[in-house]
């Protein structure tokens, strides 16, 4: 294998963590993520030597796909989807190591050759591996993969080897409080939590872990950290894409259910949360859960916090885009929201009083995800020019993409013999300091869930306290259609019941 330059991120990591000898199988194999995003993961892993040397790879899938042909797409994947040009001699070592087995999800049968499967990997080796189980089929199955799990042995626990065996499950978790609690019910029925990894692959990006590391390791950020100092928290997801070919998906879930329920809430959560005892994922977790606990129950209606809305027609980079009801596979009565605006008041010591915005939506004007954290100003009367006050407030903002970074707005003096103040931006960007080659989500996640760390992962209680949250707008949305719903245009920053939403409490919306 060619030496490659370890990437400064993953310094002194394989001394730490060292994965047992494993074999993932991938349901889904066939798909869309597990091209895009699982196999170039597993491929880099190996590229950084993060592999355990005993690595098997089983795809798993209705369709029969043979071994050979298998491997060609997953060669043909890294090719397209790797962040590194492939290296044969790479590959090579984990195409010995690569197979195929076809069968239902709901084919108790087909479980039991999957097992005959490992049990003969296991048998050529000489020894046990463990085995991870990365549930990326649509949602319907995820409760049939996991009762045939268990039925076919494959979960088992065996207690004295708490890490035997693991199952990752891919997002949606449920699309309520009642399926997701149904699908934790299934998935406890089967495996113990400690080998169960809900993914949300926002908690893998570099941004979203920094933010504990600059509220927790830099003095200036941590004892201001609360109501006393912090005015407002926003939380943006912004997309320029629009529903393009995923119409029929995107119905059945909308802007609330795709991003606000999860990616965005786990934002909310780190942000928010208490300092854990430590880094364990147990201490970690139960910090999110309490603060998530916190949060006061959403209200719906003038007085409310919470806005939605729909594309219409519009312009970006140039081009003009449909509205939302014209996509295909859109119902022209769609009341499926593509925008959403939420004011969280988190009814705790250190938040009392600061709410927390959040906003997501597709076709805005430009993709950027972030969290802008906005300081309370000074008293600022030194600076009051012709007694008008016009200090910015100090803003330090997380953009998790695109362009991984951080950044903190300060006033400063315009030089010159008056003395007048102009907000500048002090700016930090992963790329430029570490090298742009940064690990993707899915590969920490894929080598924290070999190595049993659930820390970057959802927890089951945590899953259902977001869903809590939400379940009643969710419901209510549905018993009124469209009444209520908002339009934007294309291309903007969103709607005008949103800007309202912040004008209520004497806020607006920052430009990211
Ligand atoms: N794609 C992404 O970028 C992305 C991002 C985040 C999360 N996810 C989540 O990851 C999971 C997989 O996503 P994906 O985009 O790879 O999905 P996908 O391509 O639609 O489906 C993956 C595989 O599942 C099987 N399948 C498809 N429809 C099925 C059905 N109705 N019943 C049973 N099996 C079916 C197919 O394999 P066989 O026909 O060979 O069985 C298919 O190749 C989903 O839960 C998705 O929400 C995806």
New binding site residues.
Partial sequence: MADSPRHPFLHGLSKHRGAPPTVVVIF?A?????A??LIPAVYNLSHDNLLPADFFLVGY???PIPDEEFRTLAAAAIKEFSRREPDAGVWDRIAAHTSYVAGG?DERAAFDRLAAHIDAIEKRLGREVQRLFYI??????FAPIVLNLGASGLAAKHPGRPHHSKVII???FGRDLASARALNETIRSVFAEHQVFRID?YLGKETVQDLLVQRFANAIFEPLWNRNFIDSVQITVAEEAGVGSRGGYYEQSGCLRDMIQNHMMQLVALTAMEPPVSLEAEAVRDEKVKVLKAISPLTIGPEGNVARAQYAGGMIGGKTVKGYVDEEGIAAQSATETYAAIRLSINNWRWQGVPFYLRSGKRMARRVSEIAINFKCPPGTLFAEGGRFDLAANTLSFQIQPDEGLSLILNTKIPGLETRTQPVKMSFRYATTFGSNTPEAYERLVLDAMIGDGTLFIRGDEAETSWKLYTPVLDYWRSVGREGLDTYAAGSWGPASSDALLAKRNHAWRQP
């Avoid at 066939?30 to 597990?34: A, E, K, R, V, Y």
């Fill in positions: 889904g066939s798909g869309d993520l597990t895009r995003k899938g209705r369709k999800y990326s089929t649509p949602p319907s199955v891919e997002k949606p692959h």
